[in-house]
């Protein structure tokens, strides 16, 4: 299966458009208008400058890397500088140095996509969601339950546990209690993920000392970027 890259551009621009076609022999290309609504961000994004309708957008993409296309004076404009992590190529377009960035990409990837997240929840359509977006960058081993993820664990031990804080049967915090007092499992890192944002709620999940936690109406794009810091401080 390809890589997925999502292009973005409101206007056709010879050099990138031409530029991206060459790049989908190897790639999966998205072309999309800046006010298309994408449900699924890409780790690759291009973006064509050149008549771009709403720029504002691209600096909601924090978990993926941009790569900017345009002229000089589309590069150097105050809204495109204070895109942050942005790789900016200027026209003509050295097809060359993007294709060895884009595979030095892959290969922080492929570095990444070794790490294992345990993702446990019994919202089949969240984990079905999560699952989708991590995927492409973690190996995300699905537990419906608490007692399935114990015995998930007596065979794999992942670099990281995403936990729903509210589940039946089992709930999170019981979850959490029974990881820490099995040795074997006590040094797992667990990040709650938990749909109340009330401060009550908020302060017992931190009263359990866990490595942090997610609201579950973040965008996919934040919880991947939350996932990967967790990572890059290790």
């Known amino acids: 299966?390809?890589?997925?890259?999502?292009?973005?551009?409101?206007?056709?621009?010879?050099?990138?458009?031409?530029?991206?076609?060459n790049l989908g022999i190897d790639y999966e290309v998205l072309w999309v208008?800046?006010?298309?609504?994408?449900?699924?961000?890409p780790e690759i994004i291009f973006v064509n400058l050149s008549g771009l309708e709403d720029l504002e957008r691209i600096k909601t993409f924090t978990g993926s890397k941009i790569f900017l296309l345009g002229s000089q004076s589309?590069?150097?404009?105050?809204?495109?500088?204070?895109?942050?992590?942005?790789?900016?190529?200027?026209?003509?377009?050295?097809?060359?140095?993007?294709?060895d960035k884009l595979h030095g990409i892959s290969e922080q990837k492929a570095e990444r996509i070794e790490k294992t997240?345990?993702?446990?929840?019994?919202?089949?359509?969240?984990?079905?969601?999560l699952r989708e977006g991590l995927s492409t960058s973690y190996k995300v081993l699905p537990a419906n339950s608490g007692a399935n993820a114990l015995k998930i664990l007596a065979k794999t031990k992942p670099d990281l546990i995403l936990l729903d804080y509210e589940m039946p049967d089992m709930n999170g915090t019981q979850v959490f209690e029974a990881l820490k007092a099995n040795p074997e499992t006590a040094d797992i890192p667990v990040m709650f993920l938990t749909a109340k944002s009330d401060s009550g709620s908020i302060e017992r999940i931190e009263s359990l000392k866990p490595e942090g936690h997610m609201l579950k109406t973040l965008p996919l794009?934040?919880?991947k970027a939350i996932i990967q810091e967790f990572f890059s401080g290790k």
Do not use: C, Q, W
């Open 1 to 21: 299966m390809k890589e997925k890259i999502l292009y973005i551009s409101d206007r056709p621009s010879m050099g990138a458009d031409m530029l991206l076609r």
């Open 221 to 223: 794009r934040e919880i």
């Open 33 to 41: 208008h800046s006010g298309d609504e994408v449900k699924h961000v």
């Open 117 to 129: 997240l345990l993702l446990v929840d019994d919202d089949a359509v969240m984990i079905r969601t």
């Open 74 to 99: 589309d590069l150097t404009k105050t809204a495109v500088t204070d895109i942050a992590n942005a790789e900016k190529f200027v026209k003509p377009f050295n097809a060359n140095e993007i294709r």
